[in-house]
């Protein structure tokens, strides 16, 4: 019994951490992003959204950022990177397998750094 509460607790940590690994992961990677966005577009970006797609073997992140140029018109840009599916949470990699589609986790970020 205390062998079997040491394991669990123990698993706990480790997805924890692993899910702590993740996060902070997408966060680098969205700071870097947002950084050369804002130098290419040398402009405010207004909203940046982040999605998860199932890509064969791998997982592509990808965000994409908003902003407006000096005559009002809005642009959208989008930046990627491969993944592979064992450095993804298993609740994010299941919503991500039930489609072809783009998985928005943007709220799931936003939980992460609240």
Do not use: C
Request: charged share 25%.
């Amino acid at each position: 019994m205390i062998l079997t509460s040491l394991i669990v607790g123990a698993g706990i940590l480790i997805g924890g951490s692993l899910l702590a690994r993740y996060w902070n992961s997408v966060v680098d990677w969205l700071k870097r992003a947002i950084s050369k966005v804002q130098e290419m577009m040398q402009t405010i970006i207004y909203g940046t959204k982040v999605f998860i797609k199932k890509m064969y073997e791998a997982m592509q992140e990808i965000s994409k950022h908003y902003t407006r140029d000096q005559q009002g018109q809005w642009h959208e840009t989008v930046v990627t990177r491969e993944v592979s599916e064992y450095d993804v949470p298993p609740e994010i990699l299941a919503k991500a397998n039930k489609t072809s589609q783009e998985t928005d986790i943007t709220h799931e970020l936003e939980l992460q750094l609240n």
